[in-house]
């Protein structure tokens, strides 16, 4: 029953989670920094905004909805499953692929040069990011001997796969946009990437979708390395937004080419470690 | 057409400060060159409706100078690729270039 | 020939001003870049038409918020160059130090500027936290936080009172202490290195070439510090401080040459206010000017501001001024081609341009009457386009 309230309750709790981010990166900074509940005002005064059409195309105008309901059915699977069945870990990988076509879909049909470009971007970032999370996924659950994230019981996974937990949370970095990964939005270049064109209810739900990630990945994370404890999930979550925080306040952007270039080291010892996981699941 | 070149010959290593005209009658266009330190000066006279040599291929800091000129006291410097594109004012401008004395002030 | 141009401007995250470079783009290579320039003209050359000496000033200190007192050092120096008059030691002294504590907080601001647009904005408000101090010291002695009213023909307007020297030495002290270690952070970090080193480099030959002034120039190789070379009323003979110069022209080094001078500023301030001595500023009169032209130049933080003023009847019948933006912007359509686009604000920002002393120029109605027409009036009055 917790877990249908849970459920309902998703994108109260990312927006509260994305309040209390802000305020912390402006402790950082030596800043007050605004209110924890600012993003439900923020959300707020959005619905309440005149609706612009500024495309025709069904693509602009629904992208942003399908962006937002893709990543909230993914709280389906994580951290509990309301809903499990074989092999669903690769129906949620396939459910966060779906959510980036969208993020990139809504920046095409914007026709808007910033628009474009930040798409542009974040297919290029796709090709490589995206087949590190498959592959790290797949390791975990492999290392686990289970095939969905219903009977997903292990715990400490990250003593025993360090190098898939290390390119997971890089690859999270990049798929929530913190510095020094966020070079898909990066507004001092490109005003804004793929939201440039967006205002109102589309706009809020283009913001609700990014937070509703934010509190994906800090909750798949510790389930992943940590264990699916009830208990210790939850401030486990914070400690992993407190890191996306901690590398957001002190670093600064990569160029996509950079990207590249310190990910691809990355990506190698990711897929060493998933074929050494293979070796040992078939003769373990 | 005025020459400029060789006038400013001997200043072909110092750096190019700036091109100021002044409006009297005729145009009088002052060259003012620093050689570490010290000030040299040319001065050009153009009378009206003439063109002035441009000195853009050897001091290419005198493009944004000559095009200033030419969109705001309307004087023609040859040799300058990009002069009608506009720098300060609109590109649908249509009036006497804006700093020009007045016939009785001048 | 490419696929697409983007503006850049005039309204733009990466820009502080506007203005507008059209760039025409082949993937993400830059092939080709027009800068356009002309948003918010004010009026400055045509409204000192006309003024006297005095009244003239004024409007000198108000051209740009960031350069205020280069501004208004540039003209005073022009001006007493025309009439011939060396100020007492003292004044000489209180405009020297306006003149570097404003080198301070525009350099401090920059700094913040540049880490802004490579994403790091803990570093940005951690460099504008210093520039507070040196905004609360110009509150004391003049009052205001951005234009000082400070200077006027042959004295200045404020003295300092008994406390302000220890106010001073103390607020500087602190900057200097919070500033130095960053110059071997930003060495150490990796992430900013990526970003600025090898970006947008401008060598020794393209330096002399295009004319540079400044830090920019500075480091490229050119030494061109007009405190050196022609020092503003022959004070700065007096003090022991070091040109930066560095050699490879790229942004890293451009960064690293303000941050520097922010160093060597605070060390100018200190013997200024060594040397201050007790006596008291000369009281205003009224200026008379002869029917002259001169010219005048100060070190502002950007480079080298150019003053050419012509009187007549003691009323300024043509005044240029060149800043140092306009001395060296035509280089950016320079390094800017084969770059990528997302070097593109690191380049702009990292030359330092200040529109605001650049526009000054802007259309006022001729001294004869004529009715306009309200296309005429729109476009002169209304707006800038």
């Not at chain 1, 877990?3 to 309040?19: D, R, T, W």
């Not at chain 1, 967006?198 to 994906?216: C, D, E, V």
């Not at chain 3, 108000?62 to 025309?82: D, K, L, P, W």
């Not at chain 3, 006596?279 to 200026?287: L, V």
Request: net charge neutral.
């Amino acid at each position: 029953m917790y877990k249908i309230i849970f459920f309902l309750s998703v994108p109260f709790l990312a927006l509260l989670y994305e309040g209390v981010l802000r305020k912390i990166n402006a402790r950082f900074q030596n800043r007050i920094g605004p209110p924890v509940l600012q993003p439900f005002y923020d959300v707020l005064k959005l619905f309440s905004k005149k609706k612009m059409k500024s495309q025709n195309d069904p693509f602009f105008k629904y992208s942003p909805i399908l962006y937002f309901i893709s990543l909230y059915a993914l709280f389906l699977f994580i951290p509990f499953s309301i809903v499990s069945f074989e092999h669903d870990f690769i129906f949620v990988l396939y459910l966060t692929i779906l959510a980036s076509a969208f993020y990139v879909l809504a920046g095409l049909s914007s026709d808007n040069p910033f628009g474009i470009i930040g798409s542009a971007r974040e297919m290029i970032l796709m090709i490589i990011y995206e087949i590190t999370l498959v592959i790290t996924v797949f390791s975990f659950v492999m290392k686990a001997g289970v095939i969905s994230f219903g009977d997903f019981n292990s715990r400490l996974l990250i003593l025993t796969l360090p190098i898939s937990s290390l390119g997971l949370f890089v690859t999270s970095m990049i798929e929530v946009h913190v510095t020094p990964f966020d070079t898909t939005e990066a507004p001092t270049e490109i005003m804004g990437g793929s939201r440039t064109e967006y205002s109102g209810t589309n706009l809020a739900f283009m913001n609700m979708s990014m937070s509703l990630k934010r509190l994906f990945f800090a909750l798949l994370l510790p389930m992943l390395f940590f264990g699916k404890d009830i208990i210790t999930l939850l401030p486990l979550s914070i400690l992993f937004l407190f890191l996306y925080t901690l590398s957001q306040a002190t670093t600064s952007r990569y160029r996509v080419d950079q990207v590249f270039k310190v990910y691809s080291i990355i990506m190698f010892l990711v897929l060493v470690e998933f074929i050494l996981v293979m070796w040992g699941v078939r003769w373990v | 057409m005025i020459s400029v070149k060789e006038k400013i010959e001997k200043f072909r290593d110092q750096r190019l400060i700036a091109i100021v005209c002044i409006h009297e009658n005729n145009f009088y266009l002052n060259y003012f060159f620093d050689d570490s330190g010290k000030i040299n000066s040319v001065i050009i006279d153009v009378p009206k409706d003439k063109k002035v040599e441009s000195i853009v291929d050897r001091y290419p800091n005198a493009d944004y100078f000559e095009r200033e000129i030419h969109d705001f006291f309307g004087v023609e410097f040859e040799g300058n690729p990009n002069l009608h594109l506009k720098l300060f004012l609109p590109d649908n401008w249509e009036g006497k270039p804006p700093l020009l004395k007045d016939e009785e002030n001048a | 020939m490419h696929d697409y141009t983007i503006p850049i401007g005039p309204l733009h995250p990466t820009l502080k001003e506007p203005m507008c470079i059209r760039i025409g783009l082949e993937g993400s290579v830059i092939k080709q870049a027009n800068i356009r320039m002309g948003y918010t003209h004010k009026g400055i050359e045509k409204i000192l038409e006309g003024k006297n000496p005095d009244s003239a000033l004024y409007i000198s200190q108000r051209i740009c918020g960031i350069c205020s007192a280069a501004h208004e050092n540039a003209y005073t120096r022009t001006v007493e160059g025309i009439l011939g008059f060396e100020a007492g030691e003292k004044v000489k002294l209180l405009r020297a130090m306006m003149m570097e504590l404003e080198r301070m907080h525009s350099h401090l601001l920059w700094l913040g500027i540049i880490a802004h647009e490579i994403g790091y904005e803990t570093l940005f408000m951690y460099f504008w936290r210093e520039r507070e101090k040196i905004l609360d010291v110009f509150e004391k002695i003049a009052g205001g936080r951005v234009h000082h009213n400070f200077n006027k023909i042959k004295t200045v307007r404020y003295d300092l009172e008994h406390d302000d020297k220890r106010f001073i030495l103390k607020r500087i002290e602190d900057v200097r202490k919070s500033i130095y270690p960053y110059i071997s952070e930003i060495k150490d970090d990796n992430v900013i290195k990526a970003r600025l080193k090898g970006v947008g480099v401008i060598d020794n030959v393209d330096a002399r070439r295009f004319c540079l002034i400044g830090p920019n120039s500075r480091a490229s190789g050119v030494s061109s510090d007009i405190r050196k070379i022609d020092p503003p009323y022959g004070i700065y003979d007096e003090f022991e401080f070091d040109e930066i110069v560095l050699d490879k022209g790229d942004s890293f080094e451009r960064t690293l040459v303000r941050l520097k001078e922010v160093l060597e500023s605070v060390k100018i301030l200190k013997q200024i206010l060594d040397k201050m001595p007790e006596t008291k500023i000369p009281n205003f009169t009224f200026t008379t000017v002869p029917d002259d032209d001169g010219i005048g130049r100060v070190e502002a933080p950007r480079g080298e501001l150019f003053y050419f003023l012509k009187f007549k009847d003691n009323k300024i019948v043509r005044a240029k001024i060149r800043t140092p933006t306009f001395g060296f912007l035509k280089i950016l359509e320079k390094i800017l081609i084969d770059q990528r686009i997302g070097d593109v604000p690191v380049l702009v920002a990292s030359l330092d341009p200040c529109f605001s002393c650049l526009e000054r120029i802007m259309v006022v109605k001729d001294g004869k009457t004529e009715t306009l027409n309200e296309k005429d009036f729109r476009r002169r009055y209304v707006c800038t386009r």
